[in-house]
C-alpha cells in the first residue's frame, strides 16, 4: 500500500498537492443536527463553524 490519497475536500479554493482541483458543487448545503447541538438555532452555517465536528457524505 502507498498510503496515496484518493480524495480530499477542502473549504478553501487555493491550489492543493500540487494537483489539480475540481469544484463539486456552488450551491448552499444543509446540514442536519441533533436537538440541542450549539449550532442548531443558527440560521447559516460556514464551514468552518463544523471544524470540530464529524462530517458524513452520502455520495
Known sequence: MRSAIDVV???D???LFNSK???LWSE???VALPEGHQLATK???YWTD??????LANL
Request: charged fraction near 15%.
Open 43 to 45: 440560521k447559516s452555517i
Open 21 to 23: 482541483a475540481l469544484p
Open 28 to 30: 448552499r448545503i444543509l
Open 9 to 11: 475536500i477542502a473549504t
Open 13 to 15: 479554493a487555493g491550489p
Open 50 to 55: 463544523l471544524q470540530n465536528d464529524h462530517l
